[in-house]
């Protein structure tokens, strides 16, 4: 409210809109809102967004587009399941209080916002969000039999990761779906979607806490693996690092370096280059793509180190396997 006392002050005019805004920007202390979605309609009026309200257990989902943004969401008791599902979005990071976490910003991608916590947003580039949000006390009760356990917090392992499931990312498109329709079943439908995510979850989080609880670590089963190559293919003409994949596995980047290899006898690196040239092959053979045009749309650098890498692998220059698929 200083601020406000001090526009007043210097006779600056404002609405009583302005003035209110103004304050709640300021005061982020624990429990201003009651719920995330309050919060989020309060401080985003400038974005377009759409929200529903469906089932037993006080879920809220939201569709929003975003441009480039700095903001500070309070603290509220909502989990927030925030999913990218299209945009832009070139840099995305939040501070929970405990050090700056860098998203991916990929679409596809989802981060468990935790509750009780106040949120500092920083993000460039326009960007699509679908997120659920859902009272912390609602989503223990439900993933613990002991109802005293209800303050627990279910998902502080996944805290601070990108998670990359489709699974997870169809399951709240559907969400949404049945949000939308609304009508008779509609309730149950949508209960029965979200005990599907938080069974999903629940499985991540155990991946999640395995190495730490002294268990020998599972391997890179076909389940990771899976999750880890669709990443890949979906990200080929973007940069991916090892922590990226170490994300999408549920393991640290060492332990996942190690399990990668062993499943496939080929790093990472090596695993991403040859989907790239493998990809970059099949486009040659359109003729209205230019060289620089493949180089760029699968992730290199440059036209230059586009040939390197694909007269190393393949043992001719791009140009040169060009003219001979038209031959």
């Given at each position: 409210m200083l601020d406000v006392l001090r526009l007043q002050r210097f006779r600056i005019n404002l609405n009583w809109r302005d003035i209110m805004d103004l304050a709640c920007a300021h005061d982020t202390r624990p429990g201003q809102f009651a719920s995330f979605a309050d919060a989020?309609?309060?401080?985003?009026?400038?974005?377009?967004?759409?929200?529903?309200?469906?089932?037993?257990?006080?879920?809220?989902?939201m569709r929003v587009r975003q441009a480039g943004h700095e903001k500070t969401i309070p603290a509220n008791p909502d989990v927030v399941f925030r999913l990218v599902t299209g945009g832009s979005l070139s840099h995305s990071s939040v501070d929970y209080g405990d050090g700056r976490t860098r998203l991916s910003g990929r679409a596809g991608s989802l981060y468990i916002a935790p509750p009780d916590a106040t949120a500092e947003w920083c993000s460039e580039g326009d960007h699509e969000l679908l997120m659920l949000s859902v009272p912390r006390a609602r989503v223990s009760r439900l993933l613990n039999a002991d109802q005293s356990a209800a303050d627990a917090d279910p998902f502080r392992s996944l805290y601070g990761r990108d998670l990359f499931d489709t699974g997870l990312a169809r399951t709240l498109e559907l969400i949404w779906l049945e949000m939308t329709r609304g009508g008779a079943g509609a309730q149950l439908k949508v209960d029965g979607l979200f005990l599907t995510m938080l069974g999903t979850l629940t499985r991540l989080v155990e991946e999640v806490d395995a190495p730490r609880s002294g268990r020998q670590t599972p391997k890179l089963d076909e389940a990771r693996l899976t999750r880890v190559t669709d990443f890949v293919d979906a990200n080929l003409g973007q940069p991916i690092s090892l922590k990226d994949l170490a994300n999408v596995a549920c393991y640290s980047v060492h332990h996942f370096t190690r399990a990668f290899f062993s499943a496939t006898h080929v790093t990472p690196h090596q695993y991403i280059t040859n989907?790239?040239?493998?990809?970059?092959?099949?486009?040659?053979?359109?003729?209205?793509?230019?060289?620089?045009?493949?180089?760029?749309?699968?992730?290199?650098?440059?036209?230059?180190?586009?040939?390197?890498?694909?007269?190393?692998?393949?043992?001719?220059?791009?140009?040169?396997?060009?003219?001979?698929?038209?031959?």
């Open positions: 989020f309609d309060k401080l985003y009026p400038q974005f377009v967004q759409e929200t529903h309200e469906t089932g037993t257990h006080d879920q809220t989902a989907r790239r040239i493998t990809e970059s092959k099949r486009m040659l053979s359109d003729p209205d793509l230019s060289l620089a045009d493949i180089a760029y749309m699968f992730g290199f650098a440059s036209q230059a180190h586009f040939t390197t890498q694909f007269k190393k692998h393949v043992g001719i220059t791009p140009g040169r396997y060009r003219m001979e698929v038209r031959a």
